[in-house]
């Protein structure tokens, strides 16, 4: 209590009442370290003035990009919970409930079909928001599930990667998720179906070093970082300074590993093309995308 507080008289303090003003009005750029009205990212794909691509989850992912935000959602098989019984500081399953409470998903993985430009494809939406995107059973099993629903339906697939390596919660059941999704992607190519993969920041660890450098064509959103282990781990190791801009979307696509770095404002645009020349459509793909639907 300070002398000013003692001077007041009771109840004049009651009459100025503090505004409760929500802290999320603004953001600040990690690109240019400009403040944005958080009002305004819908508007803008959730892409800063500086160009800075913000991570977004599933909900975000499929209204940007099928025609209209209108798509049908399949759900991820269930798996076994906590196999491992796996307690470090806290119990895995308290961080899944953490997680789920987080994202309102039940896990990293979501499926939706819909059109794109007329187009109709299967969406995988790997979401970073949900343990790190990590690759556990659940992802593997929301993987092959969307493999799966790509072939009876005849369907592309497409899949948003976005993941800090294995989960290391379920120990080995988590890597042996990387032949099975590899499996997947076979039996998309035996069906002669096309397999798109778009690299979102980041992608990183046992996704990348299997589904997510399978795909017939490797797209990437602009300064997504990919690699297998982190740039700190790689300087430790080899005792050397790595290149300017080492692991980001644009070297990769130098170096051609990436086929193409694209915005997020064009990506609706681009796939549809790839889609309509892998599938041979007809279907005649405006110049300019029409502007995606922001969710409510």
Request: negative net charge; aromatic residues 6%.
């Amino acid at each position: 209590m300070n002398w000013l507080t003692k001077l007041t008289p009771p109840g004049v303090k009651s009459i100025f009442t503090k505004r409760d003003t929500p802290d999320n009005l603004w953001m600040k750029c990690p690109k240019s370290g400009e403040m944005i009205f958080t009002a305004d990212l819908p508007g803008l794909l959730h892409v800063t003035p500086a160009g800075h691509h913000m991570r977004i989850g599933p909900e975000l992912r499929f209204a940007y990009t099928f025609d209209d935000g209108a798509y049908e959602t399949f759900p991820t098989p269930g798996v076994a919970t906590d196999p491992l019984k796996f307690k470090d500081d806290q119990k895995y399953t308290d961080r899944l409930k953490k997680a789920r409470a987080k994202t309102g998903n039940d896990d990293a993985m979501s499926i939706g079909v819909g059109r794109i430009h007329g187009v109709e494809a299967t969406v995988l939406v790997q979401n970073f928001a949900f343990m790190g995107g990590s690759l556990g059973m659940a992802a593997g099993e929301g993987f092959v599930a969307a493999a799966e629903v790509a072939v009876q339906k005849g369907l592309p697939l497409i899949a948003f990667t976005a993941a800090g390596g294995a989960r290391m919660q379920e120990g080995a059941l988590s890597l042996m998720q990387m032949p099975r999704t590899t499996i997947a992607v076979q039996r998309l190519r035996e069906a002669g179906l096309p397999y798109i993969v778009v690299l979102c920041d980041p992608t990183t660890g046992g996704v990348t070093a299997s589904y997510a450098m399978l795909g017939d064509v490797h797209l990437a959103e602009p300064g997504a970082m990919i690699g297998f282990a982190g740039p700190r781990v790689i300087e430790e190791t080899i005792r050397e300074k790595l290149p300017e801009g080492f692991q980001r979307a644009e070297y990769l696509e130098e170096k051609g590993m990436v086929d193409k770095v694209v915005p997020r404002a064009d990506l609706r645009e681009t796939l549809a093309r790839l889609l309509s020349v892998l599938m041979q459509t007809d279907h005649a793909i405006p110049d300019t995308p029409a502007p995606a639907p922001v969710p409510a």
